[in-house]
């Protein structure tokens, strides 16, 4: 279990020029400003660069002033609407499952042309939540009465999740989830007992029931031997990636885009990354999240109270764990499922979700600044 403190020593005390703002402020505005930029290069290979680019840039706008927001209101003052915003969460997940399916899966609201994905926001909101549920149960965090309720409600939230059938972020959601209830103390056997239970069930009913599922997860595996079915969009992926070499072929100047590999502005972004700067655009892309991950980590270890290293914990967990599943997908690594590439990819919801994310670090570490000026 991780032990709490506000360092007082003289190295702490003299951190008034806020190296963790400044680091995760120009990583993110870096990130954001690279995939703007990917974006317009990669979209307009099938026509529509300045359409997704003004789109994009709106979302960032918004992003950007609902992170201000929650730095400038602090996770103490949010962490008291957690409970609400959680209910509200699964109120939209319901609802989408009653809207038209796109791309196979119920995880869309669409009013006036306004499209919005609310597992991204029940992400949120859980990492929320269960901040608080946790830090609040520490007496029993041992024992299952400590967890019971937390693990009722982040069950429901996945189940909606995977009903809407969205297993790439269920899978997410879940392994954020079995993270934080293991930073918060709970017992090995208490987080892997469910999976044992669920996991077998899980398989049995895609290996039976959806076979069309099991194939694209199946399919990375070989990608040369079903390039024309289910591996289809991995194989191009890597011929992407592969025909980048290490400098890549130009800005802009990439061939995949021309309508040869599907999703390329969202999930597979990356691929035409490697393509056009090479191995040492996707390092460079690679360097900004683990410096991401790295600073996140750090404003959790040092957060004044167990409830904001749960949160500031939570929150880096899903950028990170989101990017290495991404990067993962991309480079044939893992089974293709679809998850963007954090701050790079297009798609608004995920982009809201991602700055929220980083104002919930930023008020974190704003907390810890105060303490420390308190206790000076």
């Known amino acids: 279990m991780l ?19 400044m680091v995760l402020f120009h990583v993110v505005f870096v990130l954001v400003l ?5 974006l317009y290069s990669t979209s307009t290979g099938i026509g529509k660069g300045d359409v997704y680019f003004i789109k994009q840039s709106i979302w960032v706008c918004l992003g950007v002033s609902a992170g201000w927001f929650i ?16 209910v509200v969460s ?39 939540y269960l901040g608080v549920l946790l830090s609040r149960e520490q007496r029993f965090i041992h024992s299952f009465v400590g967890i019971w309720p937390a693990s009722a409600w982040t069950i429901m939230v996945l189940v909606l999740i995977l009903v809407g059938d969205d297993l790439g972020t269920t899978v997410l959601l879940a392994s954020v989830a079995a993270l934080m209830f293991f930073i918060a103390g709970a017992l090995l056997r208490w987080l892997f007992l469910p999976m044992l239970l669920l996991l077998p069930l899980l398989l049995l009913y895609i290996g039976k029931y959806d076979q069309e599922r099991l194939s694209r997860m ?10 024309g079915t289910a591996g289809y969009q991995l194989w191009n992926s890597l011929l992407a990636l592969g025909s980048g070499g290490w400098f890549g072929l130009g800005f802009a100047r990439s061939r995949m885009k021309e309508m040869y590999l599907p999703e390329a ?21 690679i360097a900004g999240y683990v410096a991401f991950t790295i600073t996140g980590m750090w404003i959790a270890f040092k957060a004044p109270d167990k409830k904001g290293t749960l949160i500031a914990f939570g929150a880096t967990a899903l950028i990170s764990l989101q990017a290495v599943i991404n990067l993962g997908v991309v ?14 990819s297009y798609g608004g919801s995920n982009m809201l979700m991602a700055l929220c994310c980083v104002g919930l670090l930023l008020s974190v570490d704003k907390a810890r600044r105060n303490a420390l000026a308190k206790v000076a």
């Open 3 to 21: 032990k709490l403190r506000v360092a007082t020593s003289e190295r702490d005390s003299g951190d008034g020029g806020m190296p963790e703002f």
């Open 34 to 38: 690279f995939g703007l930029t990917m």
């Open 71 to 86: 730095y400038w209101l602090g996770y103490e003052r949010l962490c008291e609407w957690a409970f609400p915003l959680l």
């Open 90 to 128: 699964a109120i939209a997940l319901v609802t989408a499952l009653f809207f038209p399916k796109v791309n196979g899966a119920r995880r869309w609201i669409r009013f006036h042309g306004l499209s919005v994905q609310p597992s991204e926001f029940a992400k949120l909101c859980l990492v929320l």
């Open 218 to 227: 199946t399919s990375f595996l070989h990608p040369e031997k079903v390039s």
């Open 265 to 285: 502005h969202t999930d597979f972004i990356l691929s035409i990354v490697g393509e056009e700067l090479g191995f040492v655009g996707i390092a460079c892309v």
């Open 331 to 344: 480079s044939g690594a893992l089974p293709t499922k679809g998850m963007p590439a954090p701050f790079i």
